[in-house]
C-alpha cells in the first residue's frame, strides 16, 4: 500500500527541522496534527521513523532511509512541474529565492537587473523576512534558494559565504563626537542606541559584540527597517551600527556621519543558502552565478 502524500510532506518536514513545532509552522498545521500524522506513518509502516524527547527529536536509521527517498520524491515532482511550465526552456519559468530586505534594497538591484536582461522568461519572486522566516520556506521547498546573514544552524541546508561586509558606527553629523578622526566602541559605550530588533541575525552580531567587549548599550529603539534606523539617527534620537553598505552611495543619506571601528570582528557574512540534496534548476544555477561574480568584484574593489 502506497504511502499518502500528506504524511509523507509532514515527515519531510518533521526530518529535515528535527522538530515537530517549526514543521507545524511550515505547514501551517497543528503540531497535534504534525504528531497525528507521523504516528499513522509509523503505524502503517511498522517501524519507528523518529526518535523525540522533549529536547530533540533525531531520525532512526529507517526514518533517514525514508527521507532520502522522500527528497527524491518531491524533487522528481518540482522537476516534472517545471518541465511542464518551461515547455522546453530550461531558462523560463518561476525563481523563488529569498533575502533580509537590507540585502535585497542595497546590495542585489545591479544583479537583478543584469538577470532581467539575460534571461527575460525567467519571473522572478522575491520574498522577503527574517532569517527563521526565511529558513521555514526553503524547508518547505518554496524557496530555491536564499541569501541570509551567518550564521545560522541547519545542518540540512548547504552553505556558501559570499560577501563579508562591516558594521559602521552611524552618528548624527552634528554629534559631539562627529569631528573625531576616529571612534572606538568604548566612546560609544554611554549613548543611547537605534538598533535592529533581537531576531535579526544582525542584531545577535552586534549583541554578541557588546558582550565580548563588556558594554551594556542603553537601545531606545528597536526597527526593522535599516532606512528609518538612518532617519532617526539623522534627525539626533540616537546612535546606531548599520552594514556599509546601507551607507554608500547614495545610501549615505544626509545629517549622518560614520566610522570604521578598528577591527575586523564587527562585520557579517553574507551567505548563499539552498536545500543540501536539492539539485538547482538552471534559473537558480544562473542567479547563483551571477551573485558570485558580483560578490567577488565588490570584494575585490
Known amino acids: 500500500m502506497a504511502i499518502p502524500f500528506r504524511q509523507l510532506e509532514v515527515f519531510r518536514a518533521v526530518g529535515e527541522t528535527a522538530s515537530f513545532t517549526r514543521a507545524s509552522h511550515i505547514l501551517f498545521?497543528?503540531?497535534s496534527t504534525v504528531s497525528q500524522h507521523i504516528r499513522e506513518l509509523e503505524d502503517r509502516l511498522k517501524v519507528r521513523l523518529l526518535d523525540r524527547?522533549?529536547?530533540?527529536?533525531?531520525?532512526?536509521?529507517?526514518?533517514?532511509?525514508?527521507?532520502?527517498?522522500?527528497?527524491r520524491?518531491?524533487?522528481q515532482l518540482e522537476e516534472a512541474e517545471a518541465a511542464v511550465q518551461t515547455g522546453g526552456d530550461p531558462y523560463s519559468g518561476k525563481l523563488c529565492f529569498g533575502c533580509a530586505s537590507?540585502?535585497?534594497?542595497?546590495?542585489?538591484?545591479?544583479?537583478?537587473?543584469?538577470?532581467?536582461?539575460?534571461y527575460p522568461e525567467v519571473e522572478l519572486s522575491i520574498m522577503g523576512g527574517t532569517i527563521q522566516e526565511v529558513s521555514a520556506q526553503l524547508w518547505a521547498g518554496a524557496l530555491d534558494f536564499a541569501l541570509v546573514v551567518l550564521p545560522l544552524a541547519a545542518p540540512g541546508l548547504a552553505k556558501t559565504p559570499l560577501f563579508e561586509e562591516p558594521l559602521l558606527a552611524v552618528?548624527?553629523?552634528?554629534?559631539?563626537?562627529?569631528?573625531?578622526?576616529?571612534?572606538?566602541?568604548?566612546?560609544?559605550?554611554?549613548?543611547?542606541?537605534?538598533?535592529?530588533?533581537?531576531?535579526?541575525?544582525?542584531?545577535?552580531?552586534?549583541?554578541?559584540?557588546?558582550?565580548?567587549?563588556?558594554?551594556?548599550?542603553r537601545v531606545i529603539v528597536e526597527l526593522a527597517e535599516t532606512?528609518?534606523?538612518?532617519?532617526?539617527?539623522?534627525?539626533?534620537?540616537?546612535?546606531?551600527?548599520?552594514p556599509a553598505s546601507a551607507l554608500s552611495g547614495r545610501q549615505a543619506g544626509t545629517g549622518l556621519k560614520t566610522f570604521r571601528i578598528a577591527g575586523k570582528e564587527l562585520a557579517r557574512t553574507l551567505a548563499l543558502v539552498h536545500l543540501r540534496p536539492r539539485a538547482l534548476r538552471p534559473p537558480a544555477a544562473a542567479m547563483i552565478e551571477l551573485l558570485q561574480r558580483h560578490f567577488a568584484s565588490r570584494a575585490g574593489a
Open 102 to 118: 537590507t540585502t535585497l534594497l542595497y546590495l542585489l538591484p545591479p544583479v537583478l537587473i543584469e538577470y532581467a536582461r539575460k
Open 171 to 217: 552618528l548624527p553629523a552634528r554629534h559631539r563626537l562627529a569631528a573625531r578622526p576616529r571612534l572606538t566602541i568604548q566612546d560609544l559605550a554611554g549613548e543611547r542606541f537605534i538598533l535592529h530588533r533581537p531576531g535579526q541575525n544582525t542584531r545577535k552580531l552586534i549583541d554578541r559584540f557588546f558582550f565580548r567587549h563588556k558594554i551594556a548599550p
Open 227 to 242: 532606512e528609518t534606523i538612518k532617519e532617526m539617527v539623522a534627525h539626533g534620537l540616537g546612535v546606531s551600527l548599520l
Open 29 to 31: 498545521i497543528s503540531q
Open 53 to 71: 524527547n522533549r529536547r530533540r527529536v533525531a531520525l532512526t536509521p529507517a526514518g533517514a532511509a525514508l527521507l532520502e527517498h522522500a527528497r
Open 73 to 75: 520524491v518531491f524533487r
